[in-house]
């Protein structure tokens, strides 16, 4: 067993397993993993490439389960520019796959190699080990791949290339002698064409053998360069068959089986009406830094193009929240002018951006630094865009939008309907609690109703209720008024039959912003209870609440508190 079986074998069911929510079928998957353990093993081959990877890991130590950072170390040109987008590009097209399947692919498949040449290497040197396994890889390089491979590499795989053309050539001299020994056997006229084919095979063979590895030097890709030896190889072996066929006697041949038609199984599609990815952005105080930034996507190509874009105008991911969701579309249309957007952004204090579909909003509590950024997110972004600025809160209509559409989305559940399902519609209200109080409003009680006749037939769901609230007052006021609100919300739906062990809670006071605190708007979103679901293993899964449209536009809108004070502690936690 090569390298490559190994690797499918032992890691490409737990890349499928990963990836399986992004379009594309499982064989596709399957070939382009085949590329990308080619790709990954010639590059990690080169030492250079390995003791940049080393160097990130000892300095990040997460970074060895980070696919996008891996690649980025791993992956550059002689300028030390990442060729990451490169090579998901060409393998998007080479597969036929969404470039957003073939990101998340890579990036979770990456880890696992690096990972497994490790075990295989021992205490040896990964790229000595490599090296040496160099004729397994170099066969699975397209033609574009050597663009991403360094000089001396490119030297070793045309090494490789005249050793497997030596072989094959080997191999059709054989065949030819073979043909000529069994052309004795047969009659004189196929032998003399069997003897004038073998030769010609042999004389072709001395003459394409070394085209090979000139073809491999010049960067016109390996596989590519073997295509004449194995014509030949081809064409020698159906002369063996042919003369095996004259000397046995033939048996009788039957009737084909008549063969049913084979249909073609359907793409794989986007869920029907998703709901557009989502995205949003706050700077800070000097707007040299992220404050809050989320997001909501179905593929991880979407979070692939904003970590990039952050790291390369603010330099961390860390404050980003971003959550797949197989309900949401796996593309965000303004995602290849996001590194432009935010240089725009990059120096503007408190500014923020609100991404949905082809809606971008943007806010700051400078007028003259927010028309500017209008303007010029206008001049990058195309036409079909609706760039404006944030409009005022209107929370009354946010509150009554949210509550329809959470009592649509409960109603309109099942006897099937999962956990999930009930967190989802959950989310989708804004409870809204009086200045300082922490009684549940009569008008969210409906809702939670519903939910606790749900969740009382799915005993086994483990609910988390947090509350989160704005920056404004005292933070240890905040962080019990956070408490007291989500626990409220708690009784009420113990108080309808959901046990109280189901339910956990947590105040998260001002220390989760999903939005600037220096304008009303961000503070709106930032006040808000969120409902989410604990896994067995003690993991938490966000549900619906993630969505990052303004909540006077948007159903989905985050939590917040109506009534707008200037007074320290007034002002706290409201609910999706």
């Not at 990963?18 to 379009?23: D, E, P």
């Not at 030390?80 to 990036?107: C, D, F, I």
């Not at 938490?540 to 609440?545: L, P």
């Amino acid at each position: 067993m090569n390298i490559i079986e190994q690797l499918h074998q032992l890691i490409t069911p737990k890349v499928l397993e990963l990836v399986k929510h992004h379009t594309g079928d499982d064989e596709s998957k399957r070939q382009l993993l085949t590329s990308i353990y080619g790709i990954l093993g010639a590059r990690l081959s080169d030492e250079s490439a390995v003791e940049r990877v080393e160097s990130l890991i000892k300095n990040d130590a997460d970074a060895s389960h980070d696919g996008k950072k891996l690649l980025d170390t791993l992956l550059q040109d002689e300028h030390g520019k990442s060729q990451v987008p490169l090579l998901t590009g060409e393998l998007a097209k080479e597969y036929h796959l969404p470039e957003s399947t073939t990101s998340a692919t890579l990036t979770t498949a990456t880890p696992l190699v690096l990972e497994q040449f490790k075990g295989l290497a021992g205490t040896g040197s990964i790229s000595a080990y490599l090296k040496d396994k160099l004729e397994d890889f170099v066969a699975l390089l397209p033609s574009w791949a050597t663009a991403l491979l360094p000089m001396g590499l490119l030297a070793g795989i045309a090494g490789v290339a005249g050793s497997v053309a030596s072989t094959a050539k080997d191999a059709v001299s054989d065949l030819a002698t073979g043909a000529s020994n069994l052309a004795s056997n047969v009659a004189d006229g196929a032998k003399g064409a069997v003897s004038s084919v073998a030769s010609g095979v042999s004389s072709a063979t001395s003459n394409v053998s070394h085209e090979v590895a000139e073809t491999a030097k010049k960067g016109g890709g390996f596989l590519k360069s073997l295509l004449p030896i194995i014509g030949l190889i081809i064409l020698a072996g159906l002369i063996w068959l042919l003369l095996r066929s004259c000397q046995d006697k033939p048996a009788p041949v039957a009737k084909p089986a008549d063969t049913p038609a084979t249909k073609e199984a359907p793409a794989s599609v986007a869920p029907e009406n998703a709901k557009p990815a989502t995205f949003s952005l706050s700077t800070d105080e000097a707007g040299n830094a992220v404050y809050a930034c989320q997001g909501q996507a179905g593929g991880e190509g979407v979070f692939a193009s904003i970590r990039t874009a952050l790291a390369g105008v603010f330099g961390a991911t860390d404050k980003c929240e971003l959550n797949f969701s197989k309900e949401h579309a796996d593309m965000l249309p303004v995602g290849e002018h996001l590194p432009a957007i935010f240089g725009l952004m990059k120096g503007v204090p408190n500014a923020s951006l609100t991404v949905n579909d082809k809606n971008i909003r943007l806010n700051s509590t400078d007028p003259v630094a927010l028309q500017k950024l209008i303007d010029g997110v206008k001049g990058i972004v195309p036409s079909d865009f609706v760039v404006e600025a944030e409009p005022q809160i209107d929370a009354q209509t946010a509150v009554t939008t949210s509550l329809e559409s959470a009592k649509t989305a409960l109603d309109s559940l099942t006897e099937t309907a999962t956990a999930e399902d009930v967190v989802e519609a959950l989310n989708l209200q804004i409870i809204n609690f009086a200045t300082a109080s922490h009684a549940v409003p009569d008008e969210n009680k409906v809702i939670l109703d519903t939910a606790a006749a749900k969740l009382t037939s799915l005993p086994k769901a483990r609910l988390k209720i947090t509350g989160h609230t704005d920056n404004k007052g005292n933070h240890a006021y905040n962080q019990k008024l956070s408490e007291r609100r989500a626990n409220a919300v708690r009784e009420y739906l113990v108080s309808k039959g959901v046990p109280n062990e189901q339910i956990e809670i947590f105040g998260a006071s001002s220390d989760e912003p999903v939005a600037s605190n220096a304008t009303e708007q961000g503070r709106f979103q930032n006040r808000r209870i969120e409902f989410t679901l604990i896994e067995k293993d003690g993991t938490i899964t966000a549900v619906g609440n993630a969505d990052n449209s303004q909540a006077v536009a948007n159903a989905n809108a985050n939590a917040s508190d109506a009534t707008k004070t200037d007074e320290a502690p007034a002002k706290q936690a409201d609910a999706k």
